[in-house]
């Protein structure tokens, strides 16, 4: 059945919509895809005290993925690595297992119900868009057939609406989490403020991410519509220009100018300082706003890069990106680095960001879960759509990932802590 395509119809009132324009794809599936099930056994071995769900090893095994990304309608054109053109298959079929515990098999099924009548929100960047579109392929695999969905894609908001389960899947699109402001002077990083951030307010489950964004400079440093590695961010401008043109562009769309810290406004400032007080100015509102016994909070934690160094990335996200054939780290890579976490330099010595991070979220008051995904996805230099992220795409993304692939591991490994924290 072809998908019907209609005008956007409001958003529930418990999502505070910026821009309630765009378009609603409505899909009714007339099949369920398959999910390999080798355990239905939901109990929660993975939470065990002391069980570090972070550090293990990546597995070969035959019966992942855990679904079809070609039967899954939410999938953008730039992750959809092996419709893109990939040949190879095998980064598709690992699985994560903890050294010290074992992990849950995902159960969609067992999610569906557990989140019936929620909203779930990410918030954060394209990376957030990863994790988010991962999420809606799993439970999507898991919904009996036929699977009623629809998809709303707007600016700043998008989400995914499972009707059998008055379910909704929201991505809000901020890349700062604190607010860029035109001003005056050009356009402002301001690292005390959160303007829109009320529009979080009403979720049941929260999962945060912000960090990619704020090391670029120069000419990387670009209106980050139009970076090469974020053409699922084009789309949405360009959903953003046909149905919204009256309305003033999201200044979370800018690039910055410049940067205020209080009462003084800078230049420039030490990226690592910037992302500290950033991040503590989304701390204090998460302290200060959620109610930790209806809302459950995640911050993603740090999804590496694998370019052959900083200014490759940088070059990467900038209109003059890396040639096809310029070699960048993750061209042509058919397996992880290492298998075990253990192997990869020893994995124990956190980067200064992923420090940042721990420190903030562990001076909060409120509980926030750190998805600590950086030393089991830096292994995963396989797992990129390299030159494989769809038509106008002349440059080299080793920076998200395939969908399917990594974002689903992400995704598992939540599933298990909400597990843990009933």
């Known amino acids: 059945m072809a998908p019907e395509l209609r005008r956007l119809a409001p958003l529930p009132p418990r999502i505070g919509l910026i821009c309630r324009c765009g378009w609603v794809l409505t899909i009714i599936a007339l099949a369920a895809a398959a999910l390999p099930c080798t355990s239905g056994n939901s109990s929660v071995?993975?939470?065990?005290?002391?069980?570090?769900?972070?550090?293990?090893?990546?597995?070969?095994?035959?019966?992942?993925?855990?679904?079809?990304?070609?039967a899954c309608p939410f999938v953008p054109d730039v992750f959809d690595c092996r419709r893109n053109g990939r040949?190879?298959?095998?980064?598709?079929?690992?699985?994560?297992?903890?050294?010290?515990?074992?992990?849950?098999?995902?159960?969609?099924?067992?999610?569906?119900?557990?989140?019936?009548?929620?909203t779930v929100m990410?918030?954060?960047?394209?990376?957030?868009?990863?994790?988010?579109?991962?999420?809606?392929?799993?439970?999507?695999a898991a919904a009996p057939a036929p699977v009623r969905a629809t998809l709303t894609s707007g600016e700043p908001v998008?989400?995914?609406?499972?009707?059998?389960?008055?379910?909704?899947?929201?991505?809000?699109?901020?890349?700062f989490l604190v607010d860029v402001v035109q001003e005056d002077i050009g356009r402002v990083l301001k690292l005390d403020s959160m303007r829109n951030a009320s529009a979080w307010l009403g979720?049941?489950?929260?999962?945060?991410?912000?960090?990619?964004?704020?090391?670029?400079?120069?000419?990387?440093?670009?209106?980050?519509?139009?970076?090469?590695?974020?053409?699922?961010?084009?789309?949405?401008?360009?959903?953003?220009?046909?149905?919204?043109?009256?309305?003033?562009?999201?200044?979370?769309?800018?690039?910055?100018?410049y940067v205020q810290d209080g009462n003084s406004t800078y230049r420039d400032m030490d990226r690592l300082t910037a992302f500290s007080k950033g991040l503590s100015t989304w701390a204090r509102w998460v302290d200060a706003n959620i109610d930790a016994s209806k809302t459950r909070v995640f911050y993603q934690g740090i999804s590496p890069s694998h370019y052959m160094?900083?200014?490759?990335?940088?070059?990467?996200?900038?209109?003059?990106?890396?040639?096809?054939?310029?070699?960048?780290?993750?061209?042509?890579?058919?397996?992880?680095?290492?298998?075990?976490?253990?192997?990869?330099?020893?994995?124990t010595?956190?980067?200064?960001?992923?420090?940042?991070?721990?420190?903030?979220?562990?001076?909060?008051?409120?509980?926030?879960?750190?998805?600590?995904i950086t030393a089991l996805s830096q292994l995963r230099i396989d797992a990129h759509p390299s030159v494989y992220a769809g038509p106008g795409r002349d440059g080299m993304d080793c920076?998200?990932?395939?969908?399917?692939g990594l974002p689903d591991a992400w995704n598992q490994i939540m599933y298990a802590m909400l597990l843990q924290q009933r």
């Open 122 to 140: 990410f918030v954060g960047d394209s990376l957030s868009m990863n994790q988010w579109v991962s999420l809606a392929c799993m439970l999507h």
């Open 399 to 404: 920076t998200h990932w395939c969908i399917a």
């Open 203 to 257: 979720a049941h489950l929260l999962v945060f991410n912000t960090w990619h964004w704020w090391t670029y400079r120069g000419a990387s440093q670009v209106y980050q519509r139009y970076a090469p590695p974020l053409l699922i961010e084009k789309l949405l401008l360009l959903l953003w220009t046909i149905n919204c043109s009256k309305q003033p562009m999201p200044c979370s769309a800018c690039r910055w100018d």
């Open 45 to 70: 071995s993975a939470a065990a005290a002391g069980c570090d769900l972070f550090r293990g090893r990546w597995v070969a095994d035959k019966s992942y993925p855990l679904y079809d990304a070609s």
């Open 349 to 372: 010595s956190p980067s200064p960001e992923q420090g940042v991070v721990r420190g903030v979220i562990g001076a909060m008051a409120s509980p926030v879960a750190l998805l600590d």
């Open 87 to 118: 040949p190879d298959d095998a980064y598709l079929k690992f699985r994560w297992t903890p050294a010290n515990c074992r992990l849950p098999r995902f159960d969609g099924a067992d999610l569906l119900r557990r989140l019936r009548g929620k």
């Open 158 to 175: 998008s989400s995914v609406r499972f009707e059998d389960y008055d379910l909704l899947l929201v991505l809000y699109h901020t890349t």
């Open 309 to 347: 160094s900083k200014q490759q990335e940088g070059e990467a996200g900038a209109a003059a990106s890396v040639p096809a054939t310029g070699g960048g780290s993750c061209l042509k890579q058919t397996r992880p680095l290492q298998e075990a976490t253990d192997a990869a330099g020893g994995g």
